[in-house]
Nanobody
Framework: QVQLVESGGGLVQPGGSLRLSCLASRSIALNPSGWYRQAPGKERELVARISRLGYTNYADSVKGRFTISRDNAENTIYLQMNSLKPEDTAVYYC?????????WGHGTQVTVSS
């Protein structure tokens, strides 16, 4: 079992930045992990993923603005979000895959508004 706890969400103005953290209850260094988001009335969508070797990929809508990273010593996955837009408003979820199981956090709300 792995418990994931997200933090770092909040209200930010357009153009601002936030850094989300996802703390795992045990090591996830060997797990592919990622961030998803779900806006009201929309389906959950991939934001960014990071492999156990550190390879990353991003949704087209966030490329160049968001950066996913991991600190294996701290059992933490990060999502640095810059140049935030109102359309980035959503609940952001952390996930990790410990084959064959997939684990999810409860999410953290990000609201981009002036």
């Amino acid at each position: 079992q792995v418990q994931l706890v997200e933090s770092g969400g909040g209200l930010v103005q357009p153009g601002g930045s936030l850094r989300l953290s996802c703390l795992a209850s045990r090591s996830i260094a060997l797990n592919p992990s990622g961030w998803y988001r779900q806006a009201p009335g929309k389906e959950r969508e991939l934001v960014a993923r990071i492999s156990r070797l550190g390879y990353t990929n991003y949704a087209d809508s966030v490329k160049g603005r968001f950066t996913i990273s991991r600190d294996n010593a701290e059992n933490t996955i990060y999502l640095q979000m810059n140049s935030l837009k109102p359309e980035d408003t959503a609940v952001y979820y952390c996930t990790t895959t410990d084959y064959p199981k997939e684990y999810w956090g409860h999410g953290t709300q990000v609201t981009v508004s002036s």
